[in-house]
């Protein structure tokens, strides 16, 4: 089963001045080296500030793209990894070494297989084709 790890802080969240954030680096970039030691992690990044990024509204037609900050956020999507384990309680393992701090916090959701949908539909059909095209095909996980 794959798993996202997704960063969160509060919205206006900054780095108490007293944590050296070469620490912080080391801190995570160890936490990365042990996935990819165990065999568990697919894919993983940071994200820039939300002042660089965008929100696309689809309230309105056509949608409303508004410029990031977003003041009505209570918390912030920082970063994420993709993780592959045999069970849930893996993944909550693995959650529970990420280096976060105070404030922040790390929700795990499960990422749904291709298999999960109908598989007369024929855009599910394409999935399987996108991905062997795109060279991301993966086998079926029991």
């Given at each position: 089963m794959r798993y996202m790890l997704?960063?969160?802080?509060?919205?206006?969240?900054e780095m108490p001045e007293d944590v050296d954030f070469t620490e912080v680096v080391n801190a995570m970039g160890a936490f990365n080296e042990s996935l990819i030691k165990a065999g568990v992690l697919l894919a993983g990044d940071g994200l820039a500030p939300p002042e660089e990024g965008f929100?696309?509204?689809f309230d309105?037609?056509?949608p409303v793209v508004t410029d990031g900050p977003y003041t009505e956020a209570k918390e912030l999507f920082n970063g994420f990894w993709i993780i592959q384990?045999?069970?849930?309680?893996?993944?909550?393992?693995w959650a529970k070494r990420c280096p976060l701090g105070p404030g922040m916090r790390l929700e795990v959701r499960r990422v749904t297989e291709t298999e999960e949908f109908d598989q007369d539909n024929e855009y599910i059909q394409k999935e399987y084709e996108w991905r062997e095209q795109l060279?991301?095909?993966?086998p079926v996980q029991g």
């Open positions: 997704i960063m969160r802080t509060p919205a206006g969240f929100v696309v509204d309105s037609t056509p384990t045999s069970t849930k309680e893996e993944a909550a393992e060279g991301t095909d993966r």
